[in-house]
């Protein structure tokens, strides 16, 4: 079962344009199969995806119609196996180790990437010591992002409890806020 991120990036109107677009910035949905589909088709699609909410919400998406700016994807992770490297060529960020946005993540890894590469090429000489270290200091920290960002992805769609949902989000938070 693949899950479509919808991105609204319309100017909405109303009293809280702004407030309004952020409301409805990831709207995630199962679909299966992870079908590819008609542009011209999505605003009616996210707003059938909105039935049923009022507020706000039901605001925005009376609101959709066909000059809707929506932008519709695949939500899709995956974490190269180790090593990210080849020779003198190394993979840091989304190339090894894209991520889901349930975590709010990905950009943070891809800047501790290149810290930690710097940091590890300005203290050792040996190019080769430096990736193995760099494999050692990232892999397992760059696997707990992916995999707990996508399972709070599952959670979101099979309406787990909002305690469990809760605790994984701060265990996660906790991890990534220890040094690198």
């Known amino acids: 079962m693949a899950v479509c991120n919808l991105l609204l ?14 409301l409805l910035r990831h709207t995630n949905v199962p679909l299966p199969d992870n079908p590819r589909c008609d542009p011209s088709e999505d605003w009616q699609k996210l707003r059938h995806y909105l039935d049923g909410y009022g507020g706000i919400i039901g605001t925005v998406r009376d609101q959709l119609n066909e000059h809707s700016n929506i932008v519709y994807r695949p939500l899709e992770s995956f974490l190269l196996p180790s090593p990210w490297y080849r020779g003198r060529v190394v993979l840091i ?6 991520t889901t946005p349930h975590l709010a993540a990905g950009a943070m890894m891809a800047v501790e990437d290149a810290l930690v590469l710097s940091e590890l090429l300005v203290a050792h000489e040996s190019l080769d010591e430096v990736l193995v270290k760099f494999m050692q200091r990232r892999f397992e920290r760059c696997r707990m992002v992916v995999e707990n960002s996508a399972t709070l992805g599952r959670y979101e769609l099979e309406e787990v409890a909002i305690e469990t949902h809760k605790k994984l989000q701060a265990d996660s938070w906790q991890a990534m806020a220890a040094p690198i």
Do not use: K, N, S
């Open 9 to 22: 990036q319309a100017d909405c109107e109303g009293p809280y344009p702004h407030l309004l677009c952020r």
């Open 93 to 98: 960020g989304d190339a090894a180790h894209a």
